[in-house]
């Protein structure tokens, strides 16, 4: 059984990326991490460190009491950074991002991240279908799945897709500037496991995708 992990440790956990659950903290706490079970550090450059699916659950739970007051932290243990990856839904109210080249690195990351924590959650290891994770988060897993394969996300600089929440379980839908666009990003969509449908809205006669997670 894992043991609770330190107070240094429990804070690089809790402030891992809330999608991709990528951590950010000294090597020596990340070593750490993964010696327990609780990260595992990615194999490909940049060779970011984030949580296993037992990572995953401490972070869920609420940490323990301790029966005996904690010992002083380590002043050479400074506290990870807050800065964590957000999916981009689209939105005329959306900024666009301050670096191009810094989103692009930080979104091939998190996608990165997220095909590993499907191969570890699956029982086949298989990447090729969204995992619990993504069953839980439909609108950001369904727009990393668009951002991370080139799409642009609508803002206030400019057109692209709308991912929104819809009343049907397990089911988002994605908005696209024009039919060539909501095709693109259809194929998208299922070449990353997603079953999408091109719908019609009966009021405004817009075109939409109806994207739900493939299961098999």
Known sequence: MTREPTAAQ???????????????????QLTALVRRGLAFRHPRPPHDHFLTPAGQRVREAPPETPAEPAPPESPAEPAPSTEVFAA?????????????????????SAWQGLLEL????SPDGSV??????????????AALALEA????PESASGAGYRVRATP?????????????ALAA???????????????????????YLLASPRRA
Do not use: K, N
């Not at 900024?95 to 091939?108: I, K, T």
């Not at 499907?118 to 959650?121: E, G």
């Not at 049907?168 to 060539?180: C, G, I, L, N, R």
């Not at 990003?185 to 075109?207: D, F, I």
């Open 88 to 108: 981009r839904l689209g939105g005329a109210e959306e900024a666009a991002p301050a670096s191009a080249a810094g989103r692009l690195r930080e979104v091939r």
């Open 149 to 152: 394969a080139g799409h642009r």
């Open 128 to 141: 090729d279908r969204p995992c619990a994770w993504e069953r839980g988060h439909l609108e950001r897993a």
């Open 10 to 28: 429990r804070r690089v956990i809790d402030a891992a990326d809330p999608v991709t659950g990528r951590l950010r903290g000294t090597e020596a």
């Open 185 to 207: 990003c259809a194929a998208t969509l299922e070449r990353a496991g997603w079953q999408p449908g091109e719908y019609t809205e009966p009021r405004t006669r817009t075109r």
């Open 118 to 121: 499907r191969r570890m959650t």
């Open 168 to 180: 049907q379980p397990e089911a988002v839908a994605v908005y696209a500037p024009d039919a060539a």
